[in-house]
């Protein structure tokens, strides 16, 4: 009879690919026994041509509410392999970490001198108990063009709204590479009717954080998502907290900076990233580039802890065009440091496209229906001059950007402008929108507003209000985007089906329907 542990020495699989039938990984309901370590399940993240990082985090109960899971207080010797083939009869590299119990019994493997444009299957070993299997791959070597790069990204999982299956959905696609653009988490206490129960009340300090990441990661939709491709993260606000800006909280209590320290550290521990990506306190370098060959570069940013307070009113809002403040020449979403790297990236990229993964809407959107007009501050509107650098830089640089954005619950698609002020400025790079995987509930196709709002941004072309994630094909010659929607997440299971599909070609920074 196979077991589990007898797996780890050789074997068949754990079967991995048979997850993507109608059983997620191990058991639906994830009623694992508390002898085992490995109930937030297994991820990798920030491939590289020769690399890629490999996590875990050991919890035997992941809602324990000390943030600890369960585990004892000594270090945990954690075992891992990385193989050719799903059932380890090819095992290329091996080795030990120690979890220990200042990092909540996580663990990142940085591996270096693979194959470059390959495909591994990976696990752990703890406490007598085996993993489930991990799928991964690492980028194409410099100079390659002949491999596409299947991306899909989403944004905003919101626990207590629904359930994970956009996630699911997204695994049986089997991406490259899965980019996941800010709030993986919801920092908010309990709601008055919610889909799911969520474990602890607001997260104010580290135990609250982890716990909020360990039932997160302890969801059987999200640990098949992670174990079907790398993933590479960035933060928004809820990660840390509602709409806060640099080192300025929506809410003085507690605290701030000592919150954002222990939230950083949590996303730390709960993430597939590197080293250089962890905290030093209430800071953490979060922006960074991943290659693709040179079809890609995607280069992941941070909006959040280095923008200036938000404009006009000083809190997150709607503000008209008599703003003054919005225009504002050294008003900035990146920070001078961010921009100037972003900047150099961009200038010396030879890669066919440049995808740009950020959390808040970049295009200009006039959001009041009818007569006058309204701008959300919180977006990149609110940072109108930071904007125009950035359109400025594409343009001059002549690259092929498309900005890839999360946060506001809904798909959308359409031109950035190189001066939205200009009502003849030409296009020089394309958006999309991801909608979220369950916040804001199940949502509409299309709400009554919906076409008041598209007349009125006719830079505007695509919009769909359900929950999902977007799927996209990038080679040398082309990018094909799917929005994939699900008609509802307040109860699991539903299929996805593409609400709008569109190609970009290189040089047309435009829309083109499929």
């Not at 993240?45 to 207080?73: C, K, N, Q, S, Y």
């Not at 990204?153 to 359930?163: I, K």
């Not at 995607?298 to 919005?326: E, F, I, M, N, W």
Request: net charge negative; hydrophobic share 35%.
């Amino acid at each position: 009879m196979i077991t589990r542990r007898s797996l780890f020495a050789g074997g068949a699989s754990l079967g991995l690919s048979a997850a993507l039938g109608v059983t997620p990984v191990r058991a639906a309901a994830r009623r694992a026994p508390l002898s085992d370590p490995f109930q937030l399940g297994v991820a990798s993240g920030e491939p590289t041509h020769d690399g890629v990082v490999l996590w875990t985090r050991l919890a035997m109960d992941p809602i324990a509410l000390d943030g600890f899971g369960g585990m004892p207080e000594r270090p945990v010797p954690v075992q891992w392999q990385l193989a050719k083939d799903e059932n380890f009869r090819h095992v290329v590299r091996r080795g030990t970490e120690v979890a220990g119990r200042e990092a909540a019994h996580s663990v990142h493997v940085e591996l270096e001198g693979l194959e470059p444009g390959a495909e591994y299957f990976y696990r752990f070993k703890a406490e007598g108990e085996i993993s489930p299997v991990g799928r991964t791959l690492t980028a194409p070597a410099p100079g390659t063009r002949s491999r596409a790069l299947n991306l899909s990204f989403t944004s905003c999982a919101d626990y207590q709204t629904g359930w994970f299956t956009p996630y699911r959905r997204m695994a049986e696609d089997q991406p490259d590479l899965i980019a996941f653009l800010g709030d993986y988490i919801y920092e908010y206490g309990d709601y008055k009717y919610p889909v799911r129960d969520q474990a602890g009340g607001e997260c104010l300090d580290l135990a609250g954080y982890r716990l909020r990441h360990a039932q997160h990661k302890a969801d059987p939709e999200s640990q098949l998502a992670h174990a079907i491709a790398p993933w590479v993260v960035v933060w928004d606000d809820h990660d840390i907290e509602n709409a806060w800006a640099g080192d300025v909280p929506e809410q003085p209590d507690p605290p701030f900076l000592a919150r954002r320290a222990a939230a950083f550290q949590a996303y730390y521990e709960n993430m597939p990233l590197r080293r250089a990506q962890k905290p030093d306190g209430a800071a953490l370098k979060l922006y960074r580039s991943i290659r693709w060959g040179t079809v890609a570069n995607l280069h992941l940013l941070d909006t959040r802890q280095y923008r200036d307070l938000y404009a006009c009113t000083g809190k997150s809002g709607t503000v008209g065009p008599d703003c003054v403040q919005r225009f504002e020449p050294n008003r900035t979403m990146l920070g001078q440091e961010q921009e100037a790297w972003l900047d150099d990236r961009l200038k010396r990229s030879r890669a066919t496209w440049d995808l740009l993964g950020q959390q808040v809407f970049f295009m200009e959107m006039d959001w009041t229906n009818g007569e006058g007009k309204g701008y959300s501050n919180e977006g990149w509107d609110g940072y109108v001059a930071s904007r125009d650098r950035l359109t400025a830089a594409i343009d001059t640089y002549k690259r092929n950007a498309v900005v890839l954005t999360g946060d506001v619950h809904s798909h959308w698609a359409g031109e950035v402008k190189r001066d939205y002020r200009d009502p003849e400025s030409k296009s020089v790079a394309v958006e999309l929108v991801t909608t979220s995987v369950t916040s804001a509930g199940n949502g509409l196709d299309e709400y009554p507003n919906t076409q008041i709002l598209l007349d009125e941004n006719p830079h505007v072309k695509f919009f769909n209000g359900r929950r999902g994630y977007v799927r996209t094909r990038i080679t040398d010659q082309e990018m094909k985007v799917d929005f994939r929607s699900l008609s509802r997440v307040t109860e699991p299971y539903a299929p996805a089906y593409t609400s709008g599909s569109f190609v970009i070609e290189p040089g047309r920074p435009t829309l083109n329907p499929a």
